[in-house]
């Protein structure tokens, strides 16, 4: 399925054809109110059917009755699609801390909560997001900004299975003009966030419209450039997964880090990490070159914390991974 940006065409089918969408299959829509999460939400109803489709508006409270017409709106698209409805809106934001995080972390657990609900016997319902081509441009972009690596450069994917998530519209190739289009086509209505522009986010689509007046390819070659960033991701941590030896707790050979290329051993690290845990650990992976030197050091055991609850510990036999004892 082609992810250079296009118009909305039969955009149902070209989500249809995805399979991350699929009739009478109960789908959770997080729809915020803008063009992209109402035409995913109409799209959805066309695909699955309106008895399979929540619409789930999450309520952050930052934008007092702007963002209460934003929750109207939504109850309103989804009583003329015929689809469920539930407002969610978060407790009170905490005095510290960055409100995006909070925010971003309380919608993840918002929707989740209603697909565990949805989905009923048969286990969670999907949680549909309706991240477009270049919403996904602008992740690589920032990501790019502010985190090394692949996994940065590979932005969103399609589907996580891990968390029960599915960007149908990403996987379409649709942009947002197409949502647009489409709803437009429709007569769906849509809000404007107006904190969008003065965000970083904001920021990033001003200089990606600044790119595409230099070449129209913009976009497109950023989306592609994801797909190959997680390819190569994927082909880098399975070779460096197979460096992990079995066992309780898993282990890796010293020499076997030492001489590895950084860019496996690092993954090695980070699986390492990561089956001990349970949970991801991106930071661990940074800290090769120190437990390379703890390798090569005189004692013959040494132990250093690594960051995100990690601690490593390096004999002449092998290299494992702990929990951070709590002091």
């Avoid at 109960?26 to 035409?39: I, L």
Wanted: glycine share 12%; proline share 7%; charged share 25%.
């Amino acid at each position: 399925m082609s992810t250079v940006p296009g118009a909305a065409g039969d955009l149902a089918g070209r989500v249809a054809a995805t399979g991350l969408l699929a009739a009478g299959a109960p789908v959770v829509v997080g729809c915020s109110g803008g063009r992209d999460s109402v035409c995913l939400l109409d799209v959805a109803v066309r695909v699955a059917g309106p008895d399979a489709v929540l619409a789930v508006h999450v309520h952050h409270g930052l934008r007092g009755a702007d963002a209460d017409r934003d929750a109207h709106h939504v109850a309103g698209v989804a009583r003329r699609l015929g689809v469920a409805c539930r407002q969610l809106r978060l407790g009170p934001r905490p005095p510290t801390g960055s409100t995006g995080a909070w925010a971003r972390a309380g919608r993840a657990d918002a929707l989740a909560r209603a697909a565990t609900s949805w989905g009923g016997v048969g286990g969670p319902a999907r949680i549909a997001l309706a991240h477009t081509v270049d919403d996904q441009a602008e992740t690589v972009v920032l990501r790019a900004l502010s985190s090394p690596g692949l996994r940065a450069l590979g932005g969103m994917a399609a589907q996580d299975v891990g968390r029960g998530i599915v960007r149908p519209l990403l996987a379409a190739g649709a942009a947002r003009r197409a949502t647009a289009a489409w709803c437009t086509s429709r007569g769906l209505g849509w809000r404007e966030d107006p904190t969008n522009p003065v965000g970083p986010r904001g920021r990033v689509r001003a200089l990606l419209r600044a790119a595409a007046a230099i070449d129209d390819r913009a976009v497109g070659t950023l989306v592609r450039t994801a797909e190959r960033a997680r390819e190569d991701e994927a082909a880098l941590t399975a070779v460096g997964a197979a460096l992990v030896r079995a066992g309780e707790p898993p282990t890796l050979d010293p020499e076997a880090l030492r001489t590895a290329p950084p860019a496996i051993a690092r993954r090695a690290l980070r699986r390492l990490a990561e089956e001990v845990l349970g949970r991801p650990a991106p930071r661990v992976e940074r800290r090769l070159e120190d437990v390379l030197a703890l390798a090569g050091g005189p004692r013959d055991r040494a132990a250093l914390d690594l960051g995100d609850g990690v601690r490593v510990v390096v004999t002449a036999a092998d290299v494992r991974v702990e929990p951070t004892p709590r002091r």
